[in-house]
């Protein structure tokens, strides 16, 4: 499993390389623009390339993902905010197409009572709008629908409701899926034994699909199981713990799956220890799945 580190982009995109390297990163994330901002960043195209070729040409870090702005909801029955909403995802995709991302993670955002059926159309529209207006390129990028935390009137909050959004888009090869563990474990879904975790799993291979699982979020949780809020702890210093991580990071289905940190580390960002620590908790995931199969 490759670990990853979501790190500051810098100025034109390609620092972004060597910050993932300074901690020890095998793929980073990074944001297209403010992720508090409506105003998009403007890249000319030789920032693009420059990325992409550095990209190409990285020794260690494999491959660079995207996160859209959290400012965008999809699912807002407010008219002016969803049509913002539509324009920003556009441009991050643009963003994401041009530097040759894997993937731009998206949180869809909250219907604010007014229910999913009413929402979901408007969704599958702005999905498709912005990927249909990417520019053509030789790697895809995908969208990937981020599972939320559960609060409020969030769309995504179970594997269930990611699948609707996919399913009334066609099931667009486009749109895939990343599972943040924190996410997961604040909506009330447990994975601290292996048995949980290989749920989790078939729950995914059940609705969306274990092929449109592109990453993970690796991160503990500052609350409780069950308390649907979306608050990050450094791993092993949260309620989750390692042993639990480690039941997740540890089944077969997911060893192609990046693992990205997106964890405070220091205040800043995911530091090298917190990837060291991913790795150990990885280690010990698959070294127990190794132990049970031997058991059988």
């Known amino acids: 499993m490759r670990i990853g580190a979501h790190v500051r982009a810098g100025r034109g995109l390609v620092p972004a390389l060597e910050h993932g390297v300074a901690v020890g990163a095998d793929v980073v994330q990074i944001f297209t623009q403010s992720p508090r901002q409506w105003k998009a960043s403007q890249y000319g195209p030789e920032v693009l390339e420059s990325y992409r ?64 059926d009413r929402a979901l159309p408007d969704i599958v529209a702005a999905l498709l709008g912005a990927l249909d ?35 009334a888009a066609g099931g667009d090869e486009r749109l ?14 447990s994975f601290a034994t292996d048995a949980e975790a290989d749920a989790v799993v078939e729950s995914v291979r059940s609705t969306v699909g274990v ?46 799956v990046p693992a990205i940190l997106e964890v405070p580390g220091a205040g800043e960002g995911p ?10 908790a990885w280690e010990l995931g698959v070294r127990r799945q190794g132990a049970s199969d031997g058991d059988g």
């Not at 030789?138 to 399913?167: H, K, Q, Y």
């Not at 449109?212 to 069950?226: E, F, I, T």
């Open 53 to 116: 070729l550095a990209q190409a040409d990285h020794p260690s870090v494999s491959a660079t993902f995207c996160h859209a702005t959290y400012l965008i909801n999809l699912a807002s029955p407010d008219s002016e905010l969803a049509a913002k909403s539509r324009t920003c995802l556009e441009a991050n995709l643009a963003t994401a197409v041009g530097i040759g991302a894997a993937g731009l993670v998206l949180h869809i955002g909250s219907h604010r009572g007014s229910g999913l």
């Open 271 to 280: 530091r090298s220890e917190d990837v060291a620590t991913a790795r150990r």
């Open 133 to 167: 207006a990417a520019v053509p390129a030789p790697s895809p990028c995908p969208i990937l629908l981020e599972n939320a935390a559960g609060a409020g009137d969030t769309v995504g909050r179970s594997f269930e409701e990611l699948a609707m959004v996919i399913d």
């Open 176 to 189: 895939g899926v990343c599972l943040d563990t924190q996410h997961l474990w604040a909506s009330g879904i």
């Open 211 to 256: 092929e449109r699982l592109r990453c993970l979020h690796l991160n503990d949780s500052k609350v409780a199981y069950g308390a649907n809020r979306d608050r990050h702890a450094n791993l092993g210093e949260g309620t989750i713990g390692i042993d639990a991580l480690a039941a997740l990071l540890g089944r077969p289905a997911l060893q192609a």
